[in-house]
C-alpha cells in the first residue's frame, strides 16, 4: 500500500500531489519477476499514475501507455479514481550501461515513439490521446502530455532506487498550475526548486507533506490524504472466456496436453483450466460461431 497526499496552494492557484510508491513499485517487481531496470521504468509510470488518481473524475479510469523502439517495449500504467492501480512492462529483464550520471538509463531503455493516455469516464467510447515521447525519462512525458493535451502546465518528478533487497525507495510528486495570473516570481521559485529535486533524496528524511511544502516554498496547503493498492481487475471467469477467442484448433491441441494456462498480463497470475473446462469453452465456442454463421 501507498500513501498519497494532494491538495491546493496559493489559494488554488495551484494543485500538487506526493507518493511514496516503494511498496507498490516493489509488489510489482515480485509479480512480474523484474530486473533491475525493468522496475525502474515500470516503476517511474506506476508512480505518475498515482499522483493523478485525486484528479479523476469518479468512476474514472487513466491508462498510460508508453510504446518506445527501446528494450522496455511497451510500458502500462492504469489508476482508478478508487484509488487502486496496476502495471506491465513488455521485457521483464533487461539491462543496459548507465548513463553519463551514473543513474539506470530510463532513456535509453524507453527509445523514441509515443505517450497514449486512455481516460475511461464510463461512456461507450474512452476518450484517447497521443503525444510524442519527448525525453523517455517518463516525467517530462507526462508532464508534456498535461501540458500539451489538457492545457495544463505541469510537472512532475519521479524516481525509483534500488539496492540489492529490491526497491529502496520509489515515489514521485506533481505540480498543475490551475490559474495563470499565479505571480510569476511564485511559477520560478517553483521552477528553480524543480531543477535540482531528486524525489529519491528526500524520500524516508522528508514526510510526504514536507517535501510538498519544500517545493511548493510554502507552508500554507490545504491538505487530503489517501492509500493507493495494486489490485487487478482479472479474474477465473474472464480468464475462462479469453479461450473462446482461440481457434479451435487451438483448443483442441491444448485439449490433448490435458490442460490450458492463460496468464493475466497486467498482474502475472495464471489460471489452469483442465480438460472439462476445455471442452466446455469448445463446445461454447461451436456455438457461437454457428450463431454467426
Known amino acids: 500500500m501507498a500513501r498519497l497526499i494532494y491538495g491546493t496552494a496559493y489559494d488554488g ?48 479510469t487513466i491508462t498510460f501507455v ?17 484509488g487502486t492501480v496496476r502495471g506491465y512492462i513488455t521485457n521483464t529483464s533487461f539491462e543496459l550501461e548507465r548513463n553519463e550520471f551514473g543513474k539506470f538509463d530510463v532513456k535509453s531503455a524507453i527509445g523514441g515513439g509515443d505517450l497514449t493516455v486512455v481516460r475511461d469516464v464510463g461512456l461507450k467510447t474512452p476518450f484517447v490521446s ?30 525509483v532506487l534500488m539496492d540489492k533487497e529490491g526497491v529502496a525507495k520509489a515515489g514521485g510528486l506533481a505540480v498543475q498550475i490551475l490559474d ?14 524543480l531543477n535540482s529535486f531528486a524525489i529519491t533524496n528526500f524520500l524516508g528524511e522528508k514526510s510526504l507533506e514536507e517535501i510538498a511544502k519544500y517545493v511548493l516554498g510554502t507552508e500554507k496547503l490545504l491538505l487530503e490524504e489517501m492509500n493507493v493498492v495494486f489490485q487487478c481487475l482479472c ?4 480468464a475462462f472466456e479469453s479461450l473462446k477467442v482461440l481457434d479451435l484448433s487451438d483448443l483442441d491441441e491444448m485439449l490433448g496436453e490435458g490442460k490450458a ?33
Open 180 to 193: 495563470r495570473s499565479i505571480p510569476e516570481h511564485v511559477i520560478s521559485g517553483i521552477e528553480g526548486r
Open 261 to 293: 494456462e492463460v496468464t493475466c498480463k497486467w498482474c502475472s497470475t495464471t489460471y489452469t483450466f483442465g480438460p472439462d473446462e476445455i471442452k466446455m469453452a469448445i463446445e461454447e465456442k461451436k456455438k457461437i460461431e454457428s450463431q454467426e454463421s
Open 13 to 60: 492557484m495551484i494543485r500538487f500531489s506526493v507518493t511514496d510508491s516503494k511498496d507498490v513499485v516493489q509488489e510489482l517487481r515480485e509479480r512480474h519477476k523484474l530486473s533491475y531496470l525493468p522496475t525502474v521504468v515500470l516503476g517511474r509510470l506506476i508512480s505518475a499514475s498515482m499522483l493523478v488518481i485525486p484528479w479523476l473524475g469518479e468512476r474514472e
Open 66 to 82: 508508453i510504446s518506445g523502439n527501446g528494450p522496455a517495449g511497451n510500458v502500462v500504467a492504469q489508476s482508478t479514481w478508487k
Open 235 to 238: 479474474s477465473r471467469e474472464k
Open 130 to 159: 497521443k503525444v510524442p515521447i519527448v525525453s523517455g525519462e517518463i516525467a517530462e512525458d507526462v508532464a508534456y502530455y498535461y501540458t500539451k493535451s489538457e492545457q495544463i502546465p505541469s510537472a512532475f518528478a519521479l524516481g
